[in-house]
């Protein structure tokens, strides 16, 4: 099977943005994730395992955050450590529950 891509970037509102985001955690929930884009789509069907990848940049003028979902069974950089996210102001649970 040949490769297959989409690629997405403008500027958009906080809002626009998140709601990206839900929509995003809301198809993985569900097990299917289908992006469309123009007349192109691809239809993924990530498994109970992937590799998550996430990196936070902060320079004098720009910042930056991004995460990569991968299909692999294993990490070749898993530290171990687990990985907090929050809003700063979180008064939940400080860390993430232990990957099964």
Request: no cysteine.
């Amino acid at each position: 099977m040949g490769e297959k891509e989409i690629g997405y970037k403008r500027m958009v509102d906080i809002r626009e943005a998140i709601s990206y985001l839900e929509s995003l955690a809301r198809s993985f929930q569900d097990g299917r994730v289908v992006v469309e884009h123009g007349e192109k789509a691809l239809d993924l069907e990530p498994p109970s395992v992937v590799v998550l990848e996430i990196e936070a940049k902060q320079k004098k003028d720009k910042t930056k955050f991004g995460f990569e979902i991968a299909w692999k069974h294993t990490s070749d950089n898993d530290d171990g450590e687990p990985l907090k996210i929050s809003s700063g102001s979180d008064t939940g649970p400080d860390d993430l529950p232990p990957a099964a």
